[in-house]
């Protein structure tokens, strides 16, 4: 799946962008994205939220996006279980995973995955679909491969552990998607290359 990141970016090029064939868009900020899903008001866009999650966002999050590739912590996914109506299809859910300990990005560690992923199994109003990475940056691709990697294996590992049959990898951006790709990535986040650089106003 192609991920149209539009953030930064106006409704008028979620517009051409779907008109060109693009149906999934990705928002990391709220209140940005609500305008444009307002404003767009269009139900064959499928909406993805990819940003960091606070507990106060969780209600709108639940209501207005069909995937959600940023959860990390249980409190958050019960939320997002709790605000999500019972006549809406389960939100489909990735577990952003934070391989490389970084400070600067959510996610959780590799050794709390399975924990996680037990308990969001038990919440009715969520599918667990997959994994989600934003690795640390690096140029070669060789390098680029091999940290994508280390999401597919964790994904196997989960799914013959827990008896499940996750599918997706949410993993890969402008820089390095054709790396992920190699790894096995099922979803590529792309804006810079889509789209340009983030515009101030939208």
């Known amino acids: 799946m192609l991920l149209a990141v539009s953030k930064g970016h106006s409704s008028c090029k979620i517009e051409k962008a779907y008109q060109a064939g693009l149906n999934d868009f990705g928002e990391s900020y709220l209140q940005e994205a609500l305008r444009k899903i307002k404003l767009i008001a269009n139900p064959s866009i499928r909406w993805h939220f990819i940003g960091p999650i606070q507990s106060n ?12 590739h940023s959860v990390s912590r249980i409190k958050i996914a019960q939320l997002l279980n709790t605000y999500r109506s019972a006549d809406m299809a389960p939100l489909n859910i ?20 399975e924990a996680l992923a037990r308990a969001i199994l038990q919440l009715p109003r969520l599918h667990l679909s997959g994994l989600m990475l934003i690795p640390k940056p690096e140029v070669d691709t060789t390098l680029q491969f091999h940290s994508f990697l280390r999401l597919k294996v964790l994904l196997q590992q989960l799914n013959q552990t827990l008896g499940i049959d ?14 992920a790709i ?18 101030v106003n939208v």
């Not at 990735?94 to 709390?112: R, T, Y």
């Not at 996750?166 to 790396?179: E, I, Q, V, W």
């Open 57 to 68: 966002k969780a209600r709108d999050i639940a209501v207005h996006f069909n995937w959600v």
């Open 94 to 113: 990735c577990l952003q995973v934070n391989f490389d300990s970084e400070n600067s990005k959510a996610g959780v560690l590799p050794s709390d995955v």
């Open 166 to 179: 996750m599918k997706t990898l949410s993993m890969g951006m402008s820089n390095d998607f054709p790396a």
């Open 182 to 199: 190699c790894a096995g990535s099922t979803i590529v986040r792309i804006g810079t290359a889509l789209f340009g650089e983030r515009q």
